[in-house]
C-alpha cells in the first residue's frame, strides 16, 4: 500500500508546510509513555537532533521514574543503577517534563494524548511474566520471580506481597540472569544485602531466612543457557553459600558438544569454564547451598494441604528443530525434588495498552521498527519502544540502538508530514488536563525531593538510598 494513501485518516494530516513542525517556532511535541531506559533513550535521540525543536512529556504511572532500573535491577548491582545519572542530564533538559503517578488508560487516555501531542511513543515494557502452565502452579508458595524482584526492590504494586522464607529448599525455574538475581538475593548474607537499597522489609524478611538450599533449574544444557558470564561468576563468589554442580550435567551430549566445538563464541567456551570450576569445588560449609542443573523441566509442582511440597521434574534430551535451534524433548525419567518455595523465571510478558493492538503470542505490540501496526497498517503517530516493542530480551544497553531505531522512524514520518494534528498543543494545556484527573500528580522537581529524602535517609544507615515504597508515605513527604 501507498504509503501516501495511508495517513489520510482524520487523526493525521500531511502538513504541507514540510520543515515547520520541529522548528522553535512549532516545537515537534512528543509524549513517551514510561520512564525506563527505552524511554530515556528515545528523548536522547530526540535531544541529539540538532535541526529538530522538540518538547518531550513523559507520563509514568508509578511516582517515581526509571522503570525496571529502579525495580528490576537487583540492588546488589549498583554499577548497572548508575545509569540514571545519564536519564537525569537528559531531565534536567528544559525540553522534557514528568508527569508520574499518571496512569494513561486510566488518567489520560490514548485519545487524550492524541489531542496534544504530534507523536506518542509507548515504552511501557513487559510487566507481567509467563506462567508454566502445570498442574500445582497456583499452590501456596509458588511464585513468578517477576513479583519477587519487584518486592525485594520496593515496587509500590508488591510490597504488600510476603514470601514465606521460613522455606529451607527453593526451585528456580530457569537458568535466565533473572533467575540469577534471584538465586543470589536468596543466597546473600544479611551483611551484604544491608549496604544495598533493598526495599527496608525485604531486608527484614531475608535477614530471617531459613532458605539453606536453592536450585536453579534448566530446561536445556549448559551450552544453552541463558546467563552471562559476569553472572554466573558471581554466583561462586556469595559469602552466604556454596556453588554445587553435578560433573555428569556438563558432559554434553552429541549436539551440544558439535554446536560448542563449531562455535568461535569466546564467552560460550569461559562459561563452561567457569562451571567446570564449580563442578570441582566441594561444599565448604557456608550458610546455604546453590545448585545449577541441567536438562530439567517441571511437569508438576507438588502439594500437601495447599502448599508446595515439591517439583515433579522430568529428565529432557535435546533435540534438533528447524532452523538448528535445539529443543528439549522430554524423556520417561521423572525425579521428585523436595522444595517448599518455588519461583518460575521463565521470562517476563508484556500487557495490552488501551486502545492498542496487541499480540497475544509475543507478548508484544505489532509494530514495523517501531511504528505500531493495526492489520498491517501503520497507526499514524503511534510508535513503541525497548520490550514493549522488541519482546523482553537484551540487556538495558540494548535500548539504545532499540530506541533510535524508533525515533529515527519518528523523524522521517516529521519529514513527511505524516503526524497527528493535536487540538491542543500549548504546554500547560497538557498540566491542566493532567491536574483534572490526577491532582496528586507528581513532577521532575517533586521527584527529586523524594530522592533527597531516600539518599538522606540512606547516609544515616550506610545505603545509597532507603527507598520509599508506599504511595501514601511519598505524598505525605512531598506535602511535608
Ligand atoms: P531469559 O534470559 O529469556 O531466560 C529465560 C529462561 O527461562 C531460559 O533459561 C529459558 O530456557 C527458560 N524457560 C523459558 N520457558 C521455560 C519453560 N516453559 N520451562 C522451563 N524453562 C523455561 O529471561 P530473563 O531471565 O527473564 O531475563 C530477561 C532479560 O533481562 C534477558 O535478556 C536478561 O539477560 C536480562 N537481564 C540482565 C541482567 C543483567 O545484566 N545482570 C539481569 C536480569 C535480567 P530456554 O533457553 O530453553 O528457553
Request: charge should be negative.
Amino acid at each position: 500500500m501507498n504509503r501516501r494513501d495511508i495517513f489520510t485518516g482524520h487523526l493525521a494530516r500531511r502538513i504541507a508546510t514540510v520543515g515547520v513542525l520541529g522548528s522553535p517556532d512549532r516545537p515537534l511535541r512528543v509524549a513517551v509513555v514510561g520512564s525506563g531506559p527505552a524511554a530515556f533513550y528515545v528523548v536522547e535521540r530526540f535531544f541529539k537532533q540538532k535541526d529538530v525543536t522538540v518538547e518531550i512529556d513523559m507520563f509514568e504511572r508509578l511516582p517515581v521514574p526509571f522503570g525496571l532500573v529502579r525495580f528490576g535491577v537487583a540492588p546488589d548491582h549498583p554499577k548497572i543503577k548508575s545509569v540514571t545519572k545519564v536519564y537525569e542530564r537528559l531531565a534536567a533538559d528544559e525540553r522534557f517534563r514528568f508527569f508520574g503517578n499518571v496512569h494513561v488508560g486510566t488518567h489520560v487516555s490514548l485519545s487524550d494524548l492524541k489531542r496534544h501531542y504530534h507523536q506518542i511513543c509507548y515504552a511501557t515494557g513487559a510487566q507481567t511474566d509467563r506462567p508454566l502452565g502445570i498442574p500445582g502452579d497456583d499452590l501456596e508458595g509458588s511464585h513468578s520471580a517477576t513479583e519477587f524482584v519487584a518486592w525485594y526492590n520496593g515496587h509500590p504494586d508488591f510490597r504488600e506481597h510476603s514470601f514465606d522464607l521460613s522455606a529451607r529448599r527453593v526451585a528456580i525455574v530457569g537458568v535466565g540472569n533473572v533467575a540469577v538475581d534471584v538465586a543470589r538475593i536468596l543466597c546473600r548474607t544479611e551483611a551484604e544485602l544491608q549496604s544495598t537499597d533493598i526495599a527496608d522489609y525485604a531486608l527484614a524478611a531475608l535477614a530471617e531466612s531459613k532458605v539453606e538450599e536453592v536450585w536453579m533449574l534448566g530446561r536445556r544444557g549448559p551450552v544453552q543457557a541463558a546467563f552471562t558470564n559476569t553472572e554466573l561468576r558471581e554466583l561462586g563468589e556469595l559469602d552466604g553459600a556454596d556453588i554445587v554442580v553435578q560433573r555428569q550435567d556438563l558432559v554434553l551430549d552429541r549436539l551440544s558438544a558439535n554446536a560448542l566445538e563449531a562455535s568461535d563464541d569466546r564467552p560460550l567456551a569461559k562459561r563452561m569454564e567457569i562451571l567446570a570450576q564449580f563442578a570441582g569445588r566441594d561444599p565448604i560449609g557456608k550458610r546455604a547451598r546453590l545448585g545449577i542443573r541441567f536438562l530439567v523441566s517441571p511437569v508438576e509442582i507438588l502439594g500437601q494441604d495447599g502448599r508446595v511440597a515439591g517439583i515433579r521434574l522430568v529428565r529432557n534430551r535435546l533435540e534438533e528443530r528447524d532452523g538448528g535451534a535445539l529443543k528439549p524433548v522430554a524423556t520417561d525419567e521423572f525425579e521428585d525434588l523436595p522444595v517448599d518455595l518455588v519461583f518460575r523465571s521463565i521470562g517476563y510478558r508484556g500487557v495490552p495498552l488501551d486502545g492498542l493492538p496487541f499480540d497475544e503470542w509475543s507478548g508484544t505490540i505489532p509494530n514495523d521498527e517501531g511504528r505500531v501496526l493495526d492489520d498491517g497498517d501503520p497507526v499514524p503517530g503511534v510508535y513503541v519502544a525497548g520490550w514493549i516493542k522488541r519482546g523482553p530480551t537484551g540487556v538495558i544497553g540494548t535500548n539504545k540502538p532499540d530506541s533510535r531505531e524508533t525515533v529515527n522512524r519518528m523523524l522521517e514520518d516529521v519529514a513527511s508530514g505524516t503526524v497527528l494534528d493535536p487540538e491542543e498543543s500549548g504546554r500547560d494545556d497538557v498540566v491542566e488536563t493532567v491536574r483534572a484527573v490526577q491532582p496528586d500528580f507528581i513532577s521532575y522537581d517533586d521527584w527529586h525531593k523524594i530522592d533527597a529524602l531516600e539518599t538522606k535517609a540512606g547516609e544515616e544507615s550506610g545505603r545509597p538510598r532507603v527507598k520509599l515504597t508506599d504511595m501514601e508515605d511519598v505524598l505525605a513527604a512531598l506535602r511535608g
